[in-house]
């Protein structure tokens, strides 16, 4: 019986040791949109680049898991891979079938397409009987919403209530259409323009979703929430090999607690307070990165162990923008987080290519260099 206790005590002992330090695994996961087509060039990648990508995957012996498999894991409180990466795709347009997936068979590896319901059909998008054999061939298909909205918005004179109704209205569609085109309701959503705030998830949560993905820059681990899993985009300037091998370096700085949660931009420039658990890594040389003619900075809070607090110097400008965090690690390596920030006072514009200049992006090795990021 004492043996047994001091078994616990010392098995206790290390998952909180390992909550507070290491963290089992990793996944790198990457957002793409098109494929050669080159007048779209910030959600675009060139074929070649793609190819070289999923070459490099294979070379390096990376593990490459479905979406829905990470999520799987995550929530039965299974490890993740050491060297772990997932394919996602958003939109569905036709390249995705055309281009990238004569690409993805040489490979076999699972990708994920986040499908947003009205589209599908129309010009330059999939139709559903081509979404249907995808679907057998074993592409994962998750919902993008019916009508690609930003969903934060409210309209004018929408009440509270009015907004929920019409988001909900707008996802059920997108099931009810996936249901009878597919004969399955997808269990994982992706936010429209990586937009979302409390109210979005609480909503995405109540339809039963079991995750949700965004558009910021991140690294998935263990112990990261599951409704704003992180994606690295790869699209426009960012869509290279060396970008991509430098995104799959990265190592997750682990935020168990982030204040505000909402990344809606209520006071700009913006305080957002974090608790940082990571062992292991210099936090005395945390760099701090905003998009704009702006810096930020990282500074710890008195008396408060583990705390920073982060604000940039002047007003974030653009409807989106992001405080990216890079701290190297004690044995090699970067970890990286960003949190995302939605202003507003910036207008959602409508149109069906996502939008660039969505926040500060890094590229780390012996110059750290923050240049934009595309959605
Ligand atoms: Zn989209």
């Known amino acids: ?186 269990e994982l959503f992706v936010y429209p323009y990586g937009e979302y705030s409390v109210e979005v998830i609480d909503v995405v949560k109540s339809l039963g979703f079991k995750a949700a993905l965004a558009q910021q820059s991140g690294v998935i681990h263990s112990t990261h929430d599951l409704y704003t899993l992180p994606r690295f985009p790869m699209g426009g300037p960012y869509a290279t090999l060396a970008g991509f091998i430098n995104k799959l370096s990265m190592k997750p700085l682990v935020v168990p607690v982030e204040n505000p949660v909402s990344p809606v931009v209520l006071s700009n420039p913006p305080d957002l307070m974090l608790n940082i658990a990571n062992d292991g890594v210099d936090l005395g040389r945390m760099n701090c990165f905003v998009q704009g003619e702006n810096s930020c900075r990282a500074a710890p809070v008195a008396g408060q162990v583990g705390w920073y607090k982060v604000v940039a110097e002047k007003a974030l400008t653009g409807r989106r923008n992001k405080y990216t965090l890079t701290v190297p690690g004690r044995e090699g390596g970067w970890h990286w987080y960003s949190h995302l920030w939605i202003n507003a006072d910036f207008p959602a514009v409508d149109g069906r290519e996502p939008t660039s200049a969505a926040g500060s992006e890094v590229d780390l090795g012996k110059t750290v260099q923050p240049v934009f990021e595309n959605q």
């Not at 490459?64 to 299974?78: A, C, F, Q």
């Open 1 to 186: 019986m004492y043996k047994f206790s001091v078994l616990i005590a010392a098995a206790l002992f290390c998952l909180v040791s390992l909550g507070q330090t290491a963290v089992a695994g990793q996944v790198n996961a990457f957002v793409y949109h098109r494929f050669d087509e080159t007048k779209y060039p910030s959600t675009n990648i060139s074929s070649a680049v793609f190819a070289e990508q999923l070459a490099y995957l294979q070379q390096q012996n990376y593990t490459v898991l479905s979406i829905g498999e990470v999520v799987r894991r995550l929530r039965s409180g299974e490890n993740l891979p050491d060297k772990g990466a997932v394919l996602t795709v958003d939109d569905g347009y036709r390249s995705f079938a055309d281009v990238a997936m004569p690409i993805v068979r040489q490979y076999g590896f699972p990708i994920s397409l986040f499908v947003n319901t009205d589209a599908v059909g129309s010009r330059g998008y999939l139709d559903w009987t081509q979404l249907r054999a995808l679907q057998q061939e074993g592409v994962e298909i998750g919902n993008h919403t019916a009508s690609h909205p930003y969903m934060v918005e409210k309209k004018q004179e929408e009440t509270q209530e009015e907004w929920r109704q019409r988001i909900i209205e707008d996802l059920k569609k997108a099931e009810q259409q996936f249901m009878t085109q597919l004969g399955t309701i997808p």
